[in-house]
């Protein structure tokens, strides 16, 4: 019963900035880390960046100084933006919660959202 949907996706030139958001819903006990990871084609899954419930980030190198990560615990919700965009990082973005539900504690991920860096 646990949803995560991501949203704020979509086409951009190079050097351009989005803002993805992430809502987490369902019977959760609690939320621990959440974070965005991507996927670009005929590429590994990589960690984006990583934010903890006390909101401790942590990025991937080649996003440092660029993207942001935040959280509102309130709402279940995460937030990247993503500026500076390069046409390299066109990926499709996931969000993903570790959360304990009922049964334990797991990884929940939504469907991702596709972003597209081109001129």
């Known amino acids: 019963q646990v949803q995560?949907?991501?949203?704020?996706?979509?086409?951009?030139?190079?050097?351009?900035?989005?803002?993805?958001?992430c809502v987490v819903s369902g019977s959760i006990f609690s939320i621990y880390d959440m974070g965005w990871y991507r996927q670009a084609p005929g590429k590994q899954r990589e960690l984006v960046a990583l934010i903890t419930s006390g909101g401790t980030a942590d990025y991937a190198d080649s996003v440092k100084g660029r993207f942001t990560v935040s959280r509102d615990n309130d709402k279940n919700t995460?937030?990247?933006?993503?500026?500076s965009l390069k046409p390299e990082e066109t990926a499709?973005?996931?969000?993903?919660?570790?959360?304990?539900?009922?049964?334990?504690?797991?990884?929940?991920?939504?469907?991702?959202?596709?972003?597209?860096?081109?001129?």
């Not at 995560?4 to 958001?21: D, F, N």
């Open 78 to 83: 995460v937030l990247l933006q993503v500026n």
């Open 4 to 21: 995560v949907v991501e949203s704020g996706g979509g086409l951009v030139q190079p050097g351009g900035s989005l803002r993805l958001s």
């Open 92 to 119: 499709v973005y996931y969000c993903n919660a570790k959360a304990t539900v009922e049964s334990g504690t797991f990884d929940y991920w939504g469907q991702g959202t596709q972003v597209t860096v081109s001129s």
